[in-house]
């Protein structure tokens, strides 16, 4: 704490300050804290660049959209309205003067006073008592006493941008606008004062057009925080029970975590299929349990991952995906030992294995590391799209349940079309997968044994 002992908060790098608050035992901080006075101590607590997470601070470089993905209560609104704090006040280091001309854009009028402007970590929360603008209700609009002026404006209007003109502005759930194209072309033929208009964009992620060309366009920066990026500042327990019911789903992953969930219109499933079929565990009976692996050609850094997918059916005929254990870059041993090692602990009828790649090597990696391990070899005669179609059919009638978050192999699924993969990749968790399914479903091979997981 000797860098800021002396009560140098005023004049003190962020940096500085930042680190000898989180780094401190608790006494010296308890001391330090101690020794400031009701002015400092306000300066040190309105102080974002003491307090931001780094993906709360905006990115360095030549920008003019930053935008800021995140979870549901990541601290995305707290960014956007600091951002535009600091730029109205002149703030260094966001600002070297003051931004006049500010428009602040929200999915509805409503939505832009109540979160934007009268939130809990909006523009009028986050000033100290002497810097905090007056907002004017019937003029949709905040002023603030260096004469700076942001106005409020609605993604459902976009006619009400065409005429104004700002050097900054910000975006709020951008992904929900209605009419998000016009609106935001109308946004960029109004930056236009100042030396560097620029804009900042927060929201939760959804697969829009516009997100998605914003996303490819080299004037933008990005960052991304989770819902628990900010755990410290939400309800307890809000977190456990969330999570607890929508981790991994579609929804989870898009509302939490921050992720742009895509939908591919010719993939054989879709997420909100998949969300439908998810449960937290299988039944305590399966019949029958078996792990299917889609082993890679080679091992090279360039070699496509080795699927493992163990799946188990029940007396009804239901089939349940119960793990993906797939990985990339694994040598034959490594893939034999974990497919071995998953096939022990579900206490499995057997492995499953596609030999179109390796032939008697696949069988022969297995025997060397355990000999009582039964193996049932498959080969492929039908390409893959023709053998995933009729296990999509079995999820289509609703007999196919995943047991928690696959996500990974659910993005394979999502993304699978006649085609393959979007990006070229060989599907080989889905791969796996429709092995085991096929094999449990669509085969009637092996004896029945009941047992529980």
Not at 212 to 241: E, I, Q, W, Y
Not at 297 to 302: C, M, V
Not at 361 to 385: F, W
Request: charged share 25%; proline share 6%.
């Amino acid at each position: 704490m000797s860098e800021v002992k002396s009560n140098s908060i005023l004049t003190a790098s962020a940096k500085t300050l930042r680190s000898a608050l989180i780094d401190c035992s608790k006494a010296d901080r308890a001391q330090f804290l101690a020794s400031l006075s009701i002015d400092e101590l306000n300066a040190l607590l309105s102080d974002w660049e003491i307090w931001a997470r780094p993906d709360q601070l905006p990115p360095q470089g030549d920008w003019t959209t930053w935008l800021v993905m995140g979870g549901r209560g990541a601290g995305k609104t707290r960014t956007g309205a600091e951002w535009i704090k600091a730029l109205a006040l002149g703030r260094a280091p966001f600002a070297s003067q003051p931004h006049g001309r500010i428009a602040l854009v929200g999915e509805t009028l409503g939505d832009a006073r109540e979160v934007m402007v009268e939130g809990v970590s909006g523009l009028l929360a986050i000033h100290t008592r002497d810097e905090r603008p007056t907002w004017h209700a019937t003029r949709r609009r905040l002023e603030w006493p260096n004469g700076a002026i942001a106005q409020t404006f609605s993604a459902e209007d976009p006619e009400s941008l065409r005429g104004p003109q700002f050097d900054a502005a910000w975006g709020d759930e951008l992904a929900k606008w209605r009419q998000a194209d016009a609106t935001w072309d109308m946004l960029q033929f109004g930056l236009r004062l100042g030396e560097r208009p620029r804009q900042i964009v927060t929201t939760t992620p959804r697969p829009t057009a516009l997100l998605k060309r914003l996303l490819k366009d080299p004037r933008t920066v990005t960052s991304h925080a989770p819902t628990k990026a900010n755990l410290a500042n939400l309800a307890p327990g809000f977190l456990d029970t969330i999570v607890s019911r929508y981790q991994g789903s579609r929804l989870g992953r898009q509302e939490l975590d921050g992720e742009l969930i895509e939908e591919r219109a010719d993939a054989l499933w879709q997420r909100e299929q998949l969300d439908r079929l998810r449960v937290e565990r299988p039944p305590d009976a399966l019949e029958r349990v078996i792990v299917a692996i889609d082993p890679p050609a080679t091992s090279t850094k360039q070699a496509d991952a080795c699927g493992i997918v163990a799946a188990g059916l029940d007396t009804a005929g239901h089939a349940y995906i119960l793990k993906d254990a797939s990985e990339g870059q694994l040598s034959p041993t490594a893939w034999a030992n974990k497919a071995i090692g998953l096939y022990k602990r579900l206490q499995a009828d057997c492995v499953l294995a596609e030999v179109n790649q390796g032939g008697e090597m696949v069988t022969t990696i297995l025997a060397n590391i355990d000999p009582s391990v039964p193996v049932r070899t498959v080969h492929a005669s039908r390409g893959k799209y023709l053998r995933a179609e009729p296990v999509s059919a079995l999820y289509e009638q609703g007999r196919v349940r995943h047991v928690g978050n696959l996500s990974e192999l659910e993005d394979e699924m999502c993304d699978f079309g006649v085609n393959g993969l979007s990006d070229g990749r060989s599907p080989d968790r889905l791969d796996a997968m429709v092995w085991a399914v096929t094999h449990l479903c669509l085969t009637g091979q092996a004896q029945p044994k009941v047992r529980t997981i």
